[in-house]
């Protein structure tokens, strides 16, 4: 299984960004998916997360201002974050969690929110 995650970079407060995670390697529609992200000198965190039947969740200190989505035809998962603050700044890493319970990381993508 592959992940490959994407759009990150520098944004302005109240700016927004799209993000994408690439995925190979596994049936996509069966797995149940998430975004994540982790600071300098903090631990890593949910963002949203979505099952394969399209239940999601949200971490409390970005709801509102993200939304997460699949598209199963073209094995993508995707964040629009909008309203960004500079608490925003972090690396996001998708999540993919598959029937059987395991679990594949992407890469990372950094995303960083300055004036």
């Known amino acids: 299984v592959q992940l490959q995650a994407s759009g990150g970079g520098l944004v302005q407060p109240g700016g927004s960004l799209r993000l994408s995670c690439a995925a190979s390697?596994?049936?996509?529609?069966?797995?149940?998916m998430g975004w994540y992200r982790q600071a300098p000198g903090r631990q890593r965190e949910l963002v949203a997360s979505?099952?394969?039947?399209?239940?999601?969740i949200y971490g409390d200190s970005v709801k509102d201002r993200v939304t997460i989505s699949r598209d199963s035809a073209k094995s993508t998962l995707y964040l629009q974050m909008n309203s960004l603050k500079p608490e925003d700044t972090a690396v996001y890493y998708c999540?993919?969690?598959?029937?059987?319970?395991?679990?594949?990381w992407g890469q990372g993508t950094l995303v960083t929110v300055s004036s």
């Open positions: 979505i099952t394969r039947r399209g239940t999601t």
């Open positions: 390697g596994s049936i996509f529609s069966e797995n149940n």
């Open positions: 999540k993919m969690t598959s029937a059987r319970g395991y679990v594949f």
